[in-house]
């Protein structure tokens, strides 16, 4: 087993690099980088951090939008935003200060990097964790009860609720939940802002854990229902498939209750298959985003926060993001694997001699 954890440790090194050398390379390709949109907010006196048009041409050729600017100061950003040096020694600057966990200042928000990411992650901890905890608290459940009941009245309804929930998007969920009960046409039950009220501070602590739930009801409802389909089904079969082996008809022939055959028997084998995908999803309930959730119900997440980077070009907020989560994916992996291991002793990594 060691040896397998060190030769994965050791893959990671060029799997991170690779994946960080495609993406900065083909960011050069880009049409409208820092520079371009820099130059365009200031011919057009527009304030840098507030928006604006970006020029239609890539880093590394020719500014339409230097025209009408002095050459020295089109050098003087050139140099402020590190355009000034060879892309691969860029770079190779870039990885050197990634592996001290050094991700530089945000081009468009001008602050750390870090500081940012950390910043917007309450909404995305709150969407993600909630979404995991309701997942597995309900599907797992679900589809035992499912696999128990299979092929009755129980089993096709609760299949046909979960399946619609599945096959409807979570952002026109989302909308149906406003109108419905956001104050929209019906009722006005819900807040639709934020994670908390404004008087959220002269709450009591009761208070204040009642206010930030009642903010997560509609949000949390419209990103978790698609996911509930994919772990029940996964858990019904997974149960069908334990329950019609043979040591289960042997446990029964000997007389032992049915509840001591599930839990006892079918249980623990039926489970490897969910066990093994909790630790990568529990990881990714903290980082997840989604873009048009947190836009429905103004939330401002990692979701967002993406996509504003990628439009505005904000290269070390895209680039420090991919490294990290690049990284944090490769992590999970290993951690999925060792997780089977612990989960089933029988498997094992080593080489067959």
Do not use: C
Not at 43 to 71: C, F, I, M
Not at 78 to 93: A, N, S
Not at 267 to 276: D, E, K, Q, S, Y
């Amino acid at each position: 087993m060691a040896a397998y954890l060190i030769r994965r440790l050791l893959l990671m090194i060029p799997t991170l690099f690779g994946v960080m050398a495609v993406t900065f390379f083909v960011i050069q390709f880009v049409p409208g980088g820092p520079v371009e949109r820099m130059v365009s907010l200031l011919e057009k006196g527009h304030n840098p951090a507030g928006g604006g048009e970006v020029a239609s041409a890539s880093v590394t050729g020719v500014y339409r939008g230097a025209k009408g600017l002095d050459p020295a100061q089109i050098d003087q950003l050139r140099r402020l935003y590190g355009f000034d040096k060879p892309p691969l020694e860029r770079f190779l600057t870039m990885m050197w200060n990634y592996l001290r966990f050094d991700f530089g200042d945000s081009y468009y928000y001008h602050r750390s990097v870090v500081d940012l990411v950390l910043e917007k992650l309450p909404v995305s901890i709150s969407l993600g964790v909630w979404n995991f905890l309701l997942t597995y608290l309900i599907s797992i459940p679900l589809g035992i009860k499912k696999a128990i009941k299979h092929q009755t009245r129980f089993d096709s309804w609760t299949s046909t609720i979960i399946l619609t929930g599945y096959s409807i998007p979570g952002f026109v969920l989302g909308i149906f939940l406003i109108v419905l009960f956001g104050g929209g046409s019906f009722w006005d039950v819900f807040p639709l802002r934020g994670l908390h009220s404004d008087h959220w501070q002269e709450l009591s602590w009761l208070g204040k854990v009642g206010d930030y739930l009642w903010h997560m009801v509609l949000p949390v409802t419209a990103s978790a229902v698609g996911s509930f389909a994919v772990m029940t089904m996964l858990t019904k079969n997974s149960f069908l498939e334990e329950i019609s082996k043979q040591y289960v008809l042997t446990a029964r022939a000997k007389g032992l209750e049915e509840n001591a055959v599930l839990y006892r028997h079918v249980f623990r084998n039926a489970m490897i298959p969910l066990v093994t995908g909790f630790p990568g999803s529990f990881i990714a309930a903290f980082f997840s985003g989604s873009l048009l959730i947190e836009t429905i119900f103004s939330l401002d997440g990692l979701g967002l926060l993406g996509y504003e980077s990628v439009i505005n070009r904000d290269y070390p907020v895209v680039m420090a993001t991919l490294y990290f989560f690049t990284l944090l994916g490769l992590l999970t992996k290993l951690l999925t694997d060792i997780t089977y291991v612990w989960v089933d002793p029988r498997i094992t990594f080593e080489r067959a001699k």
